[in-house]
């Protein structure tokens, strides 16, 4: 029973931890500030809300972050899932190395991966911008794409598949009808994460995005200056949504889960 | 197997070429976006040259001596930061992770749900409310001051503290998540029989439940190690000159003065060392199941 109360607490503890930035964050949204910087509590007001996108270049910022993330998250979750497919399903020569050529992005930190890119497209001549960064993401997203699918792969039964070849469903028909509604879960997991992901990289964009800007670049700049608050109404615009997204993530899997049992 | 026809022999040709089919592309990606310029970035490093005139190979390995002479200190920033967010981080997400397994019946996925939630807010956002929270007029200032843990002048933001902090709650989830997979594996009965068998609960978590959540450790570790290791945003926005890292260093050199030979001769350097530290405790923990 003390080890109960003990733990309970300290979960307790954990979350407030972990919630207190997240609170600072939307909470400054809401700052009547009078001063040049917004770190000190001075009062309720609604004004910042009123026309976040009003700051020059913010909104082309945003599209750019959700435009690279949706489209890097689309590309590696579809060319992961090929790999992982590979891997589970199939035994071949190269195994070993496909398996270490996908580890290694993922041991390397950030700042390793983004200078080595930016030395590509520097001894490429390749200029630097929208194009490049896409490129990046689909790098780091790749593996992590991978992983995720794998996972639920190995999961799963494969007597269903040899079933329905034996109903005489070729190849083509069992994937479409069997195996993809299986992994499906796995799938747009990886798709989120890699959204996820991507939206919020700042490091390796930050190597190759040259003059191109997205927001994680936008608001590294404005910390230069001292952070406007529409910045803080974009961030709790993106939590807002990111906590619904994953409610009716959770939501559908409940679901499924139900009725399967 | 002699009565084998052609046809089932071309079958399994073309069922042999499946799995490279499936793995081209994202090779290919691997190759182009990953291989090449790591290639390129040890070459460039043996460049000289200067901006203006262009870089030639000629196998100088002066940049690789100025890391070791120049930039000790900040070599020795990283990798005491990454360790310090590291153990610490364990520290806390171990239980935290052990709390979610075996204490929360029915809320498992809300609770879990909560531990992703800084992910929610952008990256540079919650380490810029660090600022806030550990501001010199800030609640933990004045708490610590009120308790003398910190003296008349003292400050935390712009300390190694602050970075240490900021290291620690970036990449918490990291080091909890991986522990926390490692440990909802675990059976009830396993520790029912050790229970049974007469160990105490320090004794069945010393032989049982720890051994069995070694994965996790060594995932959460590594997860936080490295990208800590490389961090260089957290001391821009929370620290100060005094304690940067090979991070600062190679991020100055690349983008601002714009120097790539040196640039990516301390790359490659954090890049092997961070290797070298990885493959070294990996073997001392003991786990293969990592690279398959």
Known sequence: MRARVFYRTLLGLGIAYLFVPVLVVVAFSFNDFKGRRNVSWEGFTLRHWADPFKLPG????????????????????????????????????????????????????????????????????????????????????????????????????????????????????????????????GVLAAFMLAFALSFDDFVITNFNSGSMQTFPIFVYGATKRGVPPQVNVLGTMIFGVMVIAMGIFLFIQNRRKKARD | ?????????????????????????????????????????????????????????????????????????????????????????????????????????RWKSLFLLMILVPFLVPFLLRTLAWRVILADQGVVVSALKTVGLLGENGRLLSTGWAILAGLVYNYLAFMTLPIYVSLDKIEPSLLEAANDLYATPW????????????????????????????????????????????????QSKFLVIIDYPAAAAISFTLMAIIVTVVVIYVRRVGTEELLT
């Not at chain 1, 899932?81 to 035994?91: D, F, K, N, Q």
């Not at chain 2, 390129?40 to 000289?48: F, R, V």
């Not at chain 2, 390995?61 to 100025?66: L, M």
């Open chain 2, 203 to 250: 004794t069945a978590f010393r032989k049982v439940t720890l051994p069995m959540s070694m994965p996790g450790i060594i995932s959460g570790t590594l997860l936080t190690f490295i990208p800590a290791a490389g961090d260089y945003v957290n001391v821009e926005l929370l620290g100060n000159r005094n304690w940067t890292m090979m991070g600062n260093v190679i």
């Open chain 1, 58 to 185: 913010l909104s082309e910022a945003v599209l750019n972050s959700l435009t690279i993330a949706f489209l890097s998250a689309l590309i590696s979750t579809i060319v992961g899932t090929l790999i992982a497919l590979a891997l589970v399903r199939y035994r071949f020569r190269g195994r070993a190395t496909t398996n270490l050529l996908l580890f290694l992005p993922m041991a390397s930190p950030e700042v390793v991966m983004g200078s080595a890119l930016l030395t590509l497209f520097v001894a490429t001549h390749v200029g630097r911008g929208y194009v490049t960064v896409l490129l990046a993401h689909i790098l780091f997203n790749l593996s992590y794409a991978v992983v995720t699918v794998r996972a639920r792969i190995v999961g799963f039964d494969r007597h269903l598949e040899e079933a329905a070849m034996d109903l005489y469903a070729n190849e083509w028909q069992t994937f479409r009808r069997v195996t993809f509604p299986m992994i499906m879960p």
């Open chain 2, 1 to 105: 197997m002699t009565t084998r026809t052609d046809a089932a022999d071309k079958a399994d040709r073309r069922r042999r070429r499946v799995p490279y089919l499936l793995l081209a592309p994202g090779m290919l990606w691997l190759l182009l976006f990953y291989v090449i310029p790591m290639f390129g970035l040890a070459i460039t490093s043996l460049q000289e040259g200067s901006l203006e005139q262009g870089y030639t190979f000629t196998g100088n390995i002066g940049s690789y001596v100025s890391v070791f002479t120049t930039y000790l200190p900040q070599l020795r920033n990283s990798l005491m930061f990454a360790l310090g967010a590291t153990v610490i981080g364990l520290l806390v997400g171990y239980p935290l992770a052990y709390a979610i397994a075996f204490y929360t019946s």
